[in-house]
């Protein structure tokens, strides 16, 4: 796992199984974005199976199965669809594309887990709502600022516990590195990427519906820009965004591509978490100038002050849960409507946004 870089971070935690061997069968496809293979660990931890794997590209199947040599490799995504025994395929397609493979996967009659953003349009994200309802399959996403930080995923504890009272509000910061010569050409294409709010701002909004309980927003401000990358014109690399919840909480974050190479980590992401009792910060993968630890949670309360350092003590319960959810069709891990209002709000964010230009 390489902390300075973003687009191969795979955190693993530790097994933690909630089937028996051979219950929970999944394969992988369309290897993109390397956010598969944190997506794939967390689902093994977890007990599930990994038994195939397709893409077009034989060497990126190759780097994959170096790393998860269990998984056979499949001719055509026909192949992949028609295996019966596959009950979930993952998948980190190029953002464009990874709508209409989910319908096609759910049509196929299996369970779909996308990396973020899920869409890149509101007509994409309609057509799969219509796809869940008439199939019954899931849609799910892995929005991994949450889901694979385990000082976040405490944080969700401690709100719902009450420990800040009411939330009021939620600031994010979600800096990442370019390393542009690493990147796929389609990561600076504005049509297959989607937009930076749509793009990595969707952990953002994620986040801020999860810790303030939120079942909808409206966005009250949205901007982006190209300030220093002019070799990449269609590239936004800063964003930021403002909303109020159903409930009245706001939320601002802002997203950009500024990481410099002085920096540990591939990115110096932050949460403040905002309640009528107290507050969390989160400094989930670097803790700036002291030591290199991840998942540092900040509690201030009536008690006092309190820092909790959370890396390897948590786990990360979500694949646990949505497996479970998968085999009984539940919905504990994360609502189906939960991952569609998150993408929702991110599409809208990104079709309100203004250009800045000097």
Known sequence: MKNSDGMNYAPQGKPAPVVKAGEFVFAATALDHGHIYGMCNGLIEAGGELRYVHDPDP???AAFCEKFPQAKPLASEGDLLEKADIQLVAAAAVPSERGPLGCRVMEAGKDYFTDKTPFTSLDQLETARQVVAKTGRKYMVYFSER??????????QLVQDGAIGQVV??????????SAPSRPAWFFERAKYG???????????EQFLTYTGATDARVTHAAVAN???????ELEDFGEASLVADNGATNFF?????????????????TFILGTKGYIELRKYINVATARVQDNLFLV???????IELHGKVGFPFFGKFILDCLNRTENAMTQAHAFKAAELCVKAQEAAITLKR
């Open 59 to 61: 060497a990126k199947v």
């Open 147 to 156: 889901l694979h930080v385990e000082c976040a995923e405490f944080a969700v």
């Open 169 to 178: 509000q939620v600031t994010g910061f979600g800096p990442h590195r370019l």
């Open 195 to 205: 937009g930076i709010l749509c793009d990595i701002g969707s952990h953002q909004i």
């Open 227 to 233: 300030w220093a990358n002019p070799e990449y014109p």
């Open 254 to 270: 802002r997203v950009d591509w500024y990481t410099p190479d002085g920096l540990h980590s591939w990115g110096d992401g932050r």
């Open 301 to 307: 309360d009536d008690k006092g002050e309190n820092h």
